[in-house]
Nanobody, 127 residues
Framework: EVQLVESGGGLVQAGGSLRLSCAAS????????IGWFRQAPGKEREGVSC????????YYADSVKGRFTISRDSAKNTVYLQMNSLKPEDTAVYYC????????????????????WGQGTQVTVSS
């Protein structure tokens, strides 16, 4: 059974940090690019960051560039999103997703590129 389980969300003050984790199981982890998406109330889901299956390529939305860092640990089948200097506008439900990809291809932050999705974790940043 394919599973993506997010953890690490919570309530934090503006300027604080959180590290989200996405634990994957049930598929060949190293064959999949992993993306992080978020959806705030009343807004469309947006691609925040992604990492290629090789780990060599990453993407960040302009809104998080310089503040968020994505990484993957193949030994643990886990992808992390380190979020620093958090802002109230980062408040959203964060989802991780996995997309089968030719090895080494750059990841793409589009919903349609991903096959499996987690249930999401809430991140709330207070001002």
């Amino acid at each position: 059974e394919v599973q993506l389980v997010e953890s690490g969300g919570g309530l934090v003050q503006a300027g604080g940090s959180l590290r989200l984790s996405c634990a994957a199981s049930g598929f060949t982890f190293d064959a999949y690019a992993i993306g992080w998406f978020r959806q705030a109330p009343g807004k469309e889901r947006e691609g925040v960051s992604c990492i290629s299956n090789s780990g060599a390529s990453t993407y960040y939305a302009d809104s998080v560039k310089g503040r968020f860092t994505i990484s993957r640990d193949s030994a643990k089948n886990t992808v992390y999103l380190q979020m620093n200097s958090l802002k109230p506008e980062d408040t959203a439900v964060y989802y991780c997703a996995a997309g089968l990809s030719p090895y080494g291809r750059s990841c793409r932050p589009a919903d349609g590129e991903y096959d499996y999705w987690g249930q999401g974790t809430q991140v709330t940043v207070s001002s």
